[in-house]
């Protein structure tokens, strides 16, 4: 595992040359009919599970196009600051971006839908709406509004609940809490009583570090280790209750897209689907090891939520999607009724199947 000190010196020595970079790179390269396109992320340089994903991402476009579409990757930072990735694909100033949808409802609230809905879909029922039910046609809709085409490129699977200062013992510990949680589920935890921030992930130490933060989470053990969130908050509680099934997402710029040879379109469809299961398998392949580490070598403390507050998660959930199908602008009820009808159908394959082998399994298998 990268230390966090080392982490961020990269992420920093990289930073430094970033005016540069981006002064020669004001627009695609273009040579011998070859193409280089500016892919600008979210997270960290270096970033395990997602930073790296999106890097092998880009390498695979490059490697499987012969490099006749040679992805370049900025971290957040290098370019333009991470929560502004898709406004650099917008504004033209990239090609390309890597984040996650629900980083971007300041511009239209549907796009939450397509990562970490609170008590929504798991991440094997997301992948299943956007790509057999409807989901990728009203994704694609949303984008079309802002000239960009969105292809889902990586998944956590469910995420930890988050870091807290203090350990939580019913709702009246949320009233005023500072904390960091985007999307549709920071907008639950305010229901509860929370107050809350988003923060790009190489900015949220520094926030819990100088108390603007009380608790923060991100995504699961493998990231958090890496942010050194431990250093300042020793209780980690599990499963969140909002992010159930988050997705990364790979952005384009549609009329560039457009404009590539066919074979090219489809490299770039094949590696965004190759790197969705590629991360999901690096992040569960590491979060367990990880999470060992956090308990064993750094005194985590891993808890669970008080049934009081997974309860009041869910009721403020509830009333947060009725508002949306009820309130929300055309297009964003549109995609909330599509959701909410996958959902529907997909727990019952979830519910009926997975649920009870996973009980049997639990109560009945162990191995020495």
Do not use: C
Request: hydrophobic share 45%; net charge negative; charged share 20%.
């Amino acid at each position: 595992m990268m230390k966090r000190r080392e982490f961020f010196k990269q992420a920093s020595v990289a930073t430094v040359g970033a005016a540069a970079v981006t002064a020669g790179l004001a627009a695609p390269a273009v040579a011998q009919g070859n193409i280089t396109w500016r892919m600008v992320t979210t997270w960290p340089k270096n970033f395990p599970g997602l930073g790296v994903g999106a890097q092998t991402l880009a390498d695979r476009i490059t490697k499987a196009s012969g490099g006749r579409l040679t992805v370049q990757v900025f971290a957040a930072g290098e370019m333009v600051p991470g929560l502004q990735a898709l406004d650099a694909v917008i504004d033209g100033s990239a090609e390309m971006s890597h984040g996650t949808p629900y980083y971007w409802q300041n511009k239209s609230q549907a796009l939450s839908f397509f990562t970490g809905v609170p008590f929504g879909m798991t991440n094997r029922e997301l992948t299943a709406w956007v790509r057999y039910l409807g989901g990728q046609e009203i994704w694609d809709k949303v984008y079309d509004q802002f000239g960009l085409q969105g292809f889902l490129s990586g998944d956590t699977g469910t995420q930890a609940g988050g870091w807290f200062r203090n350990e939580l013992t019913g709702v009246a510990d949320i009233q005023g809490l500072r904390f960091r949680t985007p999307g549709l589920g920071g907008q639950v935890w305010a229901k509860l009583g929370a107050s809350v921030t988003n923060l790009a992930a190489g900015e949220i130490f520094a926030a819990l570090q100088s108390g603007t933060l009380d608790a923060a989470e991100f995504v699961g053990p493998y990231n958090d280790l890496a942010l050194g969130f431990y250093q300042i908050a020793k209780n980690y509680y599990f499963p969140s209750f909002v992010e159930p099934g988050l997705a990364t997402e790979l952005v384009v710029d549609k009329a560039k897209f457009a404009e590539l040879p066919e074979d090219l379109q489809e490299i770039v469809r094949i590696a965004a689907q190759s790197s969705y299961d590629q991360v999901a398998s690096d992040m569960y392949a590491n979060d367990p090891r990880a999470l060992n580490a956090l308990v064993a070598e750094h005194g985590v403390q891993v808890r669970a939520f008080p049934e009081e507050i997974v309860e009041a998660g869910a009721k403020a959930s509830m009333e947060l999607i009725a508002e949306i199908r009820e309130g929300g602008d055309a297009l964003t009820k549109e995609t909330a009724e599509s959701f909410v009808s996958a959902f529907n159908l997909l727990r019952q394959r979830t519910e009926g199947t997975d649920m009870p082998y996973l009980a049997a399994r639990e109560k009945y298998i162990k191995f020495e």
